[in-house]
């Protein structure tokens, strides 16, 4: 039994639907989140320069062999925005499939990069980067599997040509969740 | 590049599918040059590739994939607010963090870790014992910044903090004291902090702070407070 | 696909079809901002009853140090460090937030603009259960092995991080992951309140028709949203350092202290100001009712607060003026910190000129927002001094501090809280409260109240330190009369306590038997005072109101009636 909206959630003297003005305000509360934690990372590194010996080994390839499935995924979700415009749910779905599948894969090979880490010894408590780098990453692979589960329960209402609205809604916080990988990219990956 | 994405139901399929597969291959694009970038090994460079190129595709995926382009102004606010917020936080806390020194203060510990550098747990053969820098400050210079608060500046326990204490720092130019201190003691409670030696945890150890061998300088630091005899 | 501006008046396909959960079900499973509302309003007031029952035993040991205190046993001092912070952080993040923000946020923000519900009804219902979960879990860190959390509410490492230096490391824990939660439900009802107010207004509501309450808790929501990023941030290190043994805030390991210190206040001096502005709110919403007249500026007022939101991000280190930082960041500080007494001093000024020349009914609620006025502008004045980064030298740290904020948040949460409560009870509970009752406890409060504080004030200028648990140790803090100034505090807490005791009964005799409020005893203009009391599911079955005034239509000249509500067509 579908829950029954209030009146109130279709109205919008914004002008904006309700449903997006949320997720812009969500978006917000993430950026500070997020830009705390960046934040503090990088007045660390930028004052202990000394860290670059341990940047060294992150994995480049690795990183950005993620960074590739992180914007692919982000234009498959656009692609289902798309196809949801359209009124066409299950193309929406389908990509959407796609986007998680990117996720999962995103979050694969990062359980196997940190698997060679650990067992080398870059641990969490090895110093102060590999801390950081696993913390950011870390939260950053949280919300991308909590993007994952919420993508999966809109993906099925979306095949059942249900709520198609939030399937918009769900590809601009995974676009979110791809900037973040975008900065933590060369932050964590690149400044050696 | 400018295009009018539809908001409304009915699609035009051609138009958007370029659109969207432009910027996505644009991204990638930037990938690989970010990536190439650090081969070059030019600082400069690499800073410019990797974080330039970063806010370039953020921007991308932000106006185009979020269609924050076509959005109202409010939402657009919104974001700007968030991110001046963060600008704000990182001037306001870098001063205190970034900086290992101030005018009136130190960070002795920041300042050693960039000197010790990062131990690497493969180094090939023996992990060498990671030796100190000596860092270019005179030992009366540290003496009087860091101990002289308890200690006072001539060693007689007269310092700011230490006359506050219900057990006053020990004159170290009394006689007296010296009847029951030799060096191996002095360095002790240096490097280890009072309490090893069943005094007051007050005056801690300091070997995390200092090198080996800038404590024993402040061994013959105070042993020189010593009156002749 | 959602659309614009459509007002979707036509509520009849919800009669007969969805009334939500009945019968128990009713009380925890209920999406009705209604239900959600008492469910955070009675959460608080019991969480604000165990942090008094706090004050209450850390006040005992130390004006009667040593005793054994009726109700509690000896305080040894490792349980007065648990007391102490768990006081300050159950009173500040379970009884300030949840009643002024979360209770009184959701009942009132969908009523006065005129929806049925909060746009995310079902999101609303998670965020109480988060936060529920929240509260629980900081109730059974008090249980565990090692004692409640006894590092200060703002959990300093390395104090807070090592567990052999708070000997509490469980409950350190603990106390982290609740104070986390309780910030995931805050964000998420915020974005419930800011999207609800911006988005879901009745027709022809603009924005200057939205009452001051509403905005006052809809900006502090934002406030808190922008704030708490770099703390969640931070918190999830402290976890870390206090659980894996990372080190982001051990300076041996390459951390900073001082970065836990910057990001914790960036965030808590904004949350003081989420705390005021509800409270200031619902102030001047009072005082417009009973003083039968409009807001002196409601423009003035609006754009004082945004003012005042943007300037609090920019005070944060003069909570650290002597903690190392920079001095030259000192400077920058002190000076911020002084200017936003000004827009604040305005917001107190507005309310007083919105007083003068009104027709004033002392009703319980008036007393209340009244002495809200009187009792923060004390508060607010001896901030001034600990703003003067020279000043502050002397008086961080002391008892100064502690009646500065005692004599802020008590007229933010408690006054604030009565002041609301007394004043929207006839429309919660369908009941009017007895008024002669409501002022016994008023006095008794209000009284009471300032002798607590005021023998602090003297006591820190004394140069008495904070979170000491016995004095007997410092000499110079245990003459007799010092001891006498406590003691004389602590009496007037016993006091207070007591006279809360005529609360309770007003609220249980007046709910059970009192006379019935009709839709509208106080003659307000809001929205909220046009439908039944308590509003039915769907707030208005009948049809969502329009709107065709502001909210202050007081002593109009055109009209006979004194009053001119929202909804009623010219």
């Given at each position: 039994?579908?829950?029954?909206?209030?009146?109130?959630?279709?109205?919008?003297?914004?002008?904006?639907?309700?449903?997006?003005?949320?997720?812009?305000?969500?978006?917000?509360?993430?950026?500070?989140?997020?830009?705390?934690?960046?934040?503090?990372?990088?007045?660390?590194?930028?004052?202990?320069?000394?860290?670059?010996?341990?940047?060294?080994?992150?994995?480049?390839?690795?990183?950005?062999?993620?960074?590739?499935?992180?914007?692919?995924?982000?234009?498959?979700?656009?692609?289902?925005?798309?196809?949801?415009?359209?009124?066409?749910?299950?193309?929406?779905?389908?990509?959407?499939?796609?986007?998680?599948?990117?996720?999962?894969?995103?979050?694969?090979?990062?359980?196997?990069?940190?698997?060679?880490?650990?067992?080398?010894?870059?641990?969490?408590?090895?110093?102060?980067?590999?801390?950081?780098?696993?913390?950011?990453?870390?939260?950053?692979?949280?919300?991308?599997?909590?993007?994952?589960?919420?993508?999966?329960?809109?993906?099925?209402?979306?095949?059942?040509?249900?709520?198609?609205?939030?399937v918009e809604l769900i590809g601009i916080y995974w676009h979110f969740v791809d900037?973040?990988?975008?900065?933590?990219?060369?932050?964590?990956?690149?400044?050696? | 590049?400018?295009?009018?994405?539809?908001?409304?139901?009915?699609?035009?399929?051609?138009?958007?599918?370029?659109?969207?597969?432009?910027?996505?291959?644009?991204?990638?694009?930037?990938?690989?040059?970010?990536?190439?970038?650090?081969?070059?090994?030019?600082?400069?460079?690499?800073?410019?590739?990797?974080?330039?190129?970063?806010?370039?595709?953020?921007?991308?995926?932000?106006?185009?994939?979020?269609?924050?382009k076509a959005e109202k102004r409010l939402a657009k606010w919104i974001l700007a607010?968030?991110?001046?917020?963060?600008?704000?936080?990182?001037?306001?806390?870098?001063?205190?963090?970034?900086?290992?020194?101030?005018?009136?203060?130190?960070?002795?510990?920041?300042?050693?870790?960039?000197?010790?550098?990062?131990?690497?747990?493969?180094?090939?053969?023996?992990?060498?014992?990671?030796?100190?820098?000596?860092?270019?400050?005179?030992?009366?210079?540290?003496?009087?910044?860091?101990?002289?608060?308890?200690?006072?500046?001539?060693?007689?326990?007269?310092?700011?903090?230490?006359?506050?204490?219900?057990?006053?720092?020990?004159?170290?130019?009394?006689?007296?004291?010296?009847?029951?201190?030799?060096?191996?003691?002095?360095?002790?409670?240096?490097?280890?902090?009072?309490?090893?030696?069943?005094?007051?945890?007050?005056?801690?150890?300091?070997?995390?702070?200092?090198?080996?061998?800038?404590?024993?300088?402040?061994?013959?630091?105070?042993?020189?407070?010593?009156?002749?005899? | 696909?959602?659309?614009?501006?459509?007002?979707?008046?036509?509520?009849?396909?919800?009669?007969?079809?969805?009334?939500?959960?009945?019968?128990?079900?009713?009380?925890?499973?209920?999406?009705?901002?209604?239900?959600?509302?008492?469910?955070?309003?009675?959460?608080?007031?019991?969480?604000?009853?165990?942090?008094?029952?706090?004050?209450?035993?850390?006040?005992?040991?130390?004006?009667?140090?040593?005793?054994?205190?009726?109700?509690?046993?000896?305080?040894?001092?490792?349980?007065?460090?648990?007391?102490?912070?768990?006081?300050?952080?159950?009173?500040?993040?379970?009884?300030?937030?949840?009643?002024?923000?979360?209770?009184?946020?959701?009942?009132?923000?969908?009523?006065?603009i005129g929806a049925d519900d909060m746009v995310f009804p079902r999101i609303n219902?998670?965020?109480?259960?988060?936060?529920?979960?929240?509260?629980?879990?900081?109730?059974?860190?008090?249980?565990?092995?090692?004692?409640?959390?006894?590092?200060?509410?703002?959990?300093?490492?390395?104090?807070?991080?090592?567990?052999?230096?708070?000997?509490?490391?469980?409950?350190?824990?603990?106390?982290?992951?609740?104070?986390?939660?309780?910030?995931?439900?805050?964000?998420?009802?915020?974005?419930?309140?800011?999207?609800?107010?911006?988005?879901?207004?009745?027709?022809?509501?603009?924005?200057?028709?939205?009452?001051?309450?509403?905005?006052?808790?809809?900006?502090?929501?934002?406030?808190?949203?922008?704030?708490?990023?770099?703390?969640?941030?931070?918190?999830?290190?402290?976890?870390?350092?206090?659980?894996?043994?990372?080190?982001?805030?051990?300076?041996?390991?390459?951390?900073?202290?001082?970065?836990?210190?910057?990001?914790?206040?960036?965030?808590?001096?904004?949350?003081?100001?989420?705390?005021?502005?509800?409270?200031?709110?619902?102030?001047?919403?009072?005082?417009?009712?009973?003083?039968?007249?409009?807001?002196?500026?409601?423009?003035?007022?609006?754009?004082?607060?945004?003012?005042?939101?943007?300037?609090?991000?920019?005070?944060?280190?003069?909570?650290?003026?002597?903690?190392?930082?920079?001095?030259?960041?000192?400077?920058?500080?002190?000076?911020?910190?002084?200017?936003?007494?000004?827009?604040?001093?305005?917001?107190?000024?507005?309310?007083?000129?919105?007083?003068?020349?009104?027709?004033?009914?002392?009703?319980?609620?008036?007393?209340?927002?009244?002495?809200?006025?009187?009792?923060?502008?004390?508060?607010?004045?001896?901030?001034?001094?600990?703003?003067?980064?020279?000043?502050?030298?002397?008086?961080?740290?002391?008892?100064?501090?502690?009646?500065?904020?005692?004599?802020?948040?008590?007229?933010?949460?408690?006054?604030?809280?009565?002041?609301?409560?007394?004043?929207?009870?006839?429309?919660?509970?369908?009941?009017?409260?007895?008024?002669?009752?409501?002022?016994?406890?008023?006095?008794?409060?209000?009284?009471?109240?300032?002798?607590?504080?005021?023998?602090?004030?003297?006591?820190?200028?004394?140069?008495?330190?904070?979170?000491?648990?016995?004095?007997?140790?410092?000499?110079?803090?245990?003459?007799?009369?010092?001891?006498?100034?406590?003691?004389?505090?602590?009496?007037?807490?016993?006091?207070?306590?007591?006279?809360?005791?005529?609360?309770?009964?007003?609220?249980?005799?007046?709910?059970?038997?009192?006379?019935?409020?009709?839709?509208?005893?106080?003659?307000?203009?809001?929205?909220?005072?046009?439908?039944?009391?308590?509003?039915?599911?769907?707030?208005?079955?009948?049809?969502?109101?329009?709107?065709?005034?502001?909210?202050?239509?007081?002593?109009?000249?055109?009209?006979?009636?004194?009053?001119?509500?929202?909804?009623?067509?010219?």
């Amino acid at each position: 039994m579908a829950f029954p909206k209030p009146a109130a959630t279709l109205r919008s003297s914004t002008g904006i639907p309700t449903g997006r003005l949320a997720v812009w305000w969500l978006l917000a509360s993430e950026v500070v989140i997020f830009g705390g934690l960046l934040g503090a990372y990088l007045m660390f590194r930028l004052g202990h320069p000394e860290w670059a010996d341990a940047a060294e080994h992150t994995n480049t390839w690795i990183g950005a062999f993620n960074t590739l499935v992180l914007l692919t995924s982000s234009f498959t979700a656009v692609l289902a925005h798309q196809a949801a415009e359209r009124g066409d749910g299950k193309t929406a779905a389908k990509f959407l499939v796609l986007t998680i599948g990117g996720a999962l894969t995103f979050v694969m090979v990062k359980s196997v990069e940190w698997g060679i880490e650990i067992t080398a010894g870059y641990t969490i408590t090895a110093n102060g980067f590999w801390s950081f780098y696993y913390t950011a990453a870390g939260l950053h692979a949280l919300h991308v599997i909590a993007g994952a589960i919420i993508m999966g329960i809109i993906a099925v209402d979306a095949y059942r040509g249900r709520e198609l609205q939030r399937v918009e809604l769900i590809g601009i916080y995974w676009h979110f969740v791809d900037v973040v990988w975008i900065f933590l990219f060369p932050l964590l990956y690149i400044a050696k | 590049m400018a295009e009018n994405h539809e908001q409304n139901g009915d699609g035009h399929d051609g138009g958007h599918h370029t659109n969207y597969k432009k910027i996505y291959f644009t991204l990638l694009g930037l990938l690989v040059v970010s990536v190439a970038g650090p081969f070059l090994e030019i600082l400069v460079i690499t800073l410019i590739t990797a974080f330039g190129i970063a806010v370039v595709k953020a921007n991308l995926v932000i106006q185009n994939f979020m269609h924050l382009k076509a959005e109202k102004r409010l939402a657009k606010w919104i974001l700007a607010t968030s991110l001046l917020l963060m600008a704000l936080m990182f001037a306001g806390i870098s001063a205190d963090v970034m900086n290992h020194e101030g005018r009136n203060w130190v960070n002795l510990a920041a300042m050693a870790a960039v000197e010790r550098g990062i131990v690497d747990p493969h180094a090939e053969g023996e992990v060498e014992e990671v030796e100190f820098v000596a860092v270019a400050r005179t030992v009366e210079a540290d003496f009087n910044l860091i101990c002289a608060t308890c200690h006072g500046t001539g060693g007689l326990g007269d310092g700011a903090a230490g006359v506050a204490l219900d057990t006053p720092p020990a004159d170290f130019t009394d006689p007296v004291f010296w009847e029951t201190r030799d060096m191996d003691r002095i360095l002790n409670v240096i490097t280890n902090g009072a309490a090893a030696v069943g005094g007051s945890s007050l005056m801690v150890g300091w070997s995390a702070s200092f090198s080996a061998e800038r404590i024993q300088e402040f061994a013959d630091y105070v042993l020189a407070f010593r009156p002749e005899e | 696909m959602a659309d614009t501006a459509v007002a979707t008046e036509h509520v009849d396909h919800h009669a007969g079809e969805h009334h939500g959960p009945q019968g128990f079900l009713k009380y925890i499973w209920s999406t009705d901002h209604k239900m959600i509302a008492m469910q955070y309003l009675f959460t608080g007031m019991f969480m604000a009853v165990i942090g008094g029952y706090m004050a209450y035993v850390f006040r005992m040991q130390l004006a009667f140090p040593g005793i054994s205190v009726p109700g509690f046993g000896q305080v040894s001092p490792g349980e007065y460090n648990a007391l102490v912070t768990n006081h300050g952080s159950i009173m500040i993040f379970w009884v300030a937030m949840p009643v002024l923000i979360a209770a009184f946020g959701n009942f009132l923000i969908p009523l006065m603009i005129g929806a049925d519900d909060m746009v995310f009804p079902r999101i609303n219902r998670l965020s109480y259960q988060i936060f529920l979960i929240s509260a629980l879990l900081l109730l059974a860190s008090l249980f565990v092995q090692g004692g409640g959390f006894g590092g200060a509410w703002t959990a300093y490492p390395p104090l807070s991080a090592v567990g052999d230096y708070n000997q509490t490391a469980i409950a350190s824990s603990m106390w982290l992951a609740a104070v986390a939660l309780e910030f995931v439900a805050f964000l998420l009802g915020g974005i419930n309140f800011i999207t609800t107010l911006m988005n879901a207004r009745a027709p022809g509501m603009k924005a200057y028709d939205i009452p001051l309450v509403c905005w006052m808790i809809v900006i502090a929501s934002i406030l808190f949203m922008l704030s708490v990023g770099p703390l969640i941030a931070g918190a999830a290190m402290l976890f870390l350092d206090q659980t894996v043994g990372t080190g982001f805030y051990d300076p041996a390991r390459g951390g900073d202290p001082v970065l836990w210190q910057h990001l914790f206040w960036f965030f808590g001096h904004p949350e003081v100001y989420v705390v005021l502005l509800p409270a200031i709110g619902i102030t001047i919403d009072i005082v417009a009712t009973f003083s039968r007249k409009k807001v002196f500026g409601y423009k003035l007022m609006l754009y004082t607060t945004v003012a005042t939101g943007v300037l609090s991000f920019f005070v944060w280190a003069h909570h650290q003026f002597i903690a190392g930082i920079d001095p030259r960041m000192a400077n920058v500080f002190m000076v911020t910190t002084l200017l936003i007494s000004v827009p604040i001093a305005e917001l107190l000024f507005v309310i007083i000129a919105t007083l003068y020349g009104g027709s004033i009914r002392l009703k319980t609620p008036m007393l209340w927002a009244l002495a809200f006025i009187a009792e923060f502008l004390i508060g607010g004045v001896t901030g001034i001094f600990l703003g003067a980064s020279g000043a502050d030298i002397y008086f961080h740290d002391t008892y100064f501090v502690l009646a500065h904020f005692h004599y802020t948040f008590f007229p933010i949460a408690i006054i604030g809280t009565f002041a609301a409560f007394t004043y929207w009870f006839p429309k919660m509970f369908g009941k009017m409260m007895n008024d002669t009752l409501g002022k016994i406890h008023f006095w008794g409060t209000i009284i009471p109240f300032n002798f607590i504080f005021i023998p602090l004030f003297v006591l820190g200028i004394g140069g008495q330190h904070r979170r000491i648990y016995n004095y007997e140790h410092f000499p110079d803090l245990s003459s007799a009369g010092q001891y006498q100034l406590r003691q004389v505090a602590t009496i007037a807490l016993l006091v207070m306590l007591a006279f809360q005791l005529v609360f309770f009964y007003n609220c249980i005799m007046s709910w059970w038997k009192g006379k019935a409020a009709g839709k509208n005893p106080w003659e307000a203009n809001t929205l909220e005072w046009t439908t039944e009391s308590p509003p039915p599911h769907g707030n208005w079955p009948e049809g969502l109101p329009n709107v065709y005034r502001g909210p202050y239509e007081y002593s109009h000249p055109d009209r006979e009636e004194d009053y001119w509500p929202q909804n009623e067509p010219d």
